[in-house]
């Protein structure tokens, strides 16, 4: 195991290939992300090893796509909510329009963030009130939603490489039938990487638990304000998450 600081790929191939060019052939599969640098070092350092996009990175820009869409029809709704005000007279108070589970239209969007990172079974009996309302008012974003809830379904699945193969071209027609310009966007980013993001069906390899630590990390160090004392800070990382 080696802990290397930073991405810079020359930099990491200097360390890496200090280790026995015998040893680093016997390495049979690599997970990365879709950085160019880390497939370059990936490719030089380790040459006969399989590359494997992590399902991790592509399940997270297929949910950026859809908060993405998300935050343009709040931005929309502030937009209304403000000519709303502006053309009412100083004594005259406009009417907000609140829906039955007491949410504006404005707050509708911004409290269905978490939700939609969420599949369907996950959500509390609040979530369903507020995502029948959105999917209502909302039909792009039910389909947006829908096309990420397919992309997890099919990693979810136990199956073969040439089924996954099969469901993801189906799953490419969808995007472009839908004709959304944030999944266009990630459907091409997908086409890029299609043989490493295929590998996956192979040994079904991630390193998303240790992803989803990373993030726990970040957010700790952000709450903090950063850093000062490192030896405190990973005392109390050891102390909070081991």
Known sequence: MAIIKG???????????KISRRLRITVKEITLDMA???NRIAKRC???ASLVVDRFHVQKLAIEALQEMRIKHRWEAIEM???ALDQA???QVPETEDFENGDSRKQLLARSRYLLYKSREKWTLSQRQRACILFTQYPDLEQAYGLTDRLRQIYNQN?????AMTKLAHWFKEVEEAGFKSFSTLRKTIMIHYRGILNYFDKRST???AESFNAKIK???LQLRGVKDKTFFLFRLSKLFA
């Open 46 to 48: 380790f040459p006969c």
């Open 207 to 209: 390193n998303a638990a």
């Open 89 to 91: 007279s100083d004594k």
């Open 81 to 83: 909510e403000n000519n």
């Open 159 to 163: 199956i073969s490489k040439p089924i």
């Open 219 to 221: 957010n700790f160090r």
């Open 7 to 17: 991405t810079q790929s020359d930099f990491v191939m200097e360390h890496l290939l």
């Open 36 to 38: 160019g640098s880390m």
